[in-house]
């Protein structure tokens, strides 16, 4: 048995990374459903991080970004219903990305830099 030791940078960024790629995939549209698949497999990694700080900035994470795609999905269900109130097809998609900027990007630019003001220390963890 030995023991590995995770830096500070490591820690960090693992409670970044969730965020960040949530922020990129919304501000690419396409991405999002790449994401959506590679969050998954993100998300079932960090869940089990040994530092419980890094697990508590990823739920949040999750919440917002699954909540969304849950949305996403009622929503272009009925984009007929959409298309009457908002006129288009191309209004619906914009309206829709808006909704997507309006949740995922203010709150996960805001844990972004929580977690770098976050005093982390290094976690010698038992392999």
Same mark, same amino acid.
């Given at each position: 048995?030995?023991? #590995?030791?995770?830096?500070?940078?490591?820690?960090?960024? *693992? @409670?970044?990374?969730? /965020?960040?790629?949530?922020? %990129?995939? $919304?501000?690419?549209?396409?991405?999002?459903?790449?994401?959506?698949?590679? *969050?998954?497999?993100?998300? @079932?990694?960090?869940?089990?991080?040994? /530092?419980? =700080?890094?697990?508590?900035?990823?739920?949040?994470? +999750?919440?917002?970004?699954? +909540?969304?795609?849950?949305?996403?999905? $009622?929503?272009? /269900?009925? *984009? +007929?219903?959409? =298309?009457?109130?908002?006129? *288009?097809? #191309?209004? $619906?998609?914009?309206?829709? !990305?808006?909704?997507?900027?309006? $949740?995922? %990007?203010?709150? +996960?630019?805001?844990?972004?830099?929580? @977690?770098? =003001?976050?005093? !982390?220390?290094?976690?010698?963890?038992?392999?």
């Amino acid at each position: 048995m030995g023991q #590995t030791v995770l830096s500070i940078r490591q820690q960090k960024l *693992s @409670a970044q990374i969730f /965020n960040i790629a949530s922020i %990129v995939s $919304v501000l690419i549209p396409p991405l999002i459903l790449l994401w959506i698949a590679a *969050s998954i497999f993100t998300y @079932a990694a960090i869940a089990h991080h040994p /530092n419980t =700080k890094v697990r508590e900035f990823l739920r949040p994470a +999750g919440y917002r970004f699954y +909540g969304l795609v849950g949305s996403l999905v $009622v929503a272009l /269900n009925y *984009s +007929g219903l959409l =298309k009457q109130w908002l006129g *288009s097809t #191309t209004h $619906v998609w914009l309206a829709v !990305w808006a909704a997507s900027l309006l $949740v995922v %990007v203010p709150l +996960g630019l805001r844990d972004i830099f929580r @977690a770098a =003001k976050e005093p !982390w220390g290094e976690l010698a963890i038992e392999t």
